[in-house]
């Protein structure tokens, strides 16, 4: 393990309170929130077992919270009303406000509008060919 992740290595929580690791060298049986969901899996109420630290020049260190693989439990299945409600808000999120339309993407918060919409004057091109630099 290099030197410069020393000050990130506390097995025995005494530093930081909670176990520490220097990032890719967390030992086997922990996971982030992330990597249980591509499992399949989630925390389920089980609190933090122990932390993740990378290091950054200027500012303070990147944290990734690690939770144990064997008292996860599986993620819930999406029932119907949710997936409804999931669908009815990214059908809001791609209408736009202005001429009441589905845009086919979501409307960029910096318009406010779909494209066309803030930029009448200018005309909509599709290249079907890539173009050559």
Do not use: E, N
């Amino acid at each position: 393990m290099p030197a410069a992740f020393g000050k990130c290595f506390d097995p025995s929580g005494s530093r930081y309170g909670i176990p520490t690791y220097p990032w890719r060298y967390a030992p086997d049986g922990l996971a982030t929130r992330r990597q249980l969901r591509a499992r399949g899996l989630r925390p389920g109420g089980q609190s933090i077992a122990a932390q993740v630290l990378r290091p950054r020049y200027r500012r303070g260190p990147l944290v990734a919270y690690l939770y144990r693989i064997d008292r996860s439990k599986p993620v819930r299945p999406m029932t119907p009303g949710k997936r409804a409600a999931l669908a009815k808000a990214m059908r809001a999120r791609r209408t736009c406000p202005s001429c009441r339309t589905d845009a086919g993407y979501v409307i960029p918060s910096s318009l406010g509008m779909c494209v066309p919409c803030a930029f009448p004057d200018t005309p909509i091109t599709v290249h079907d060919t890539p173009r050559s630099t």
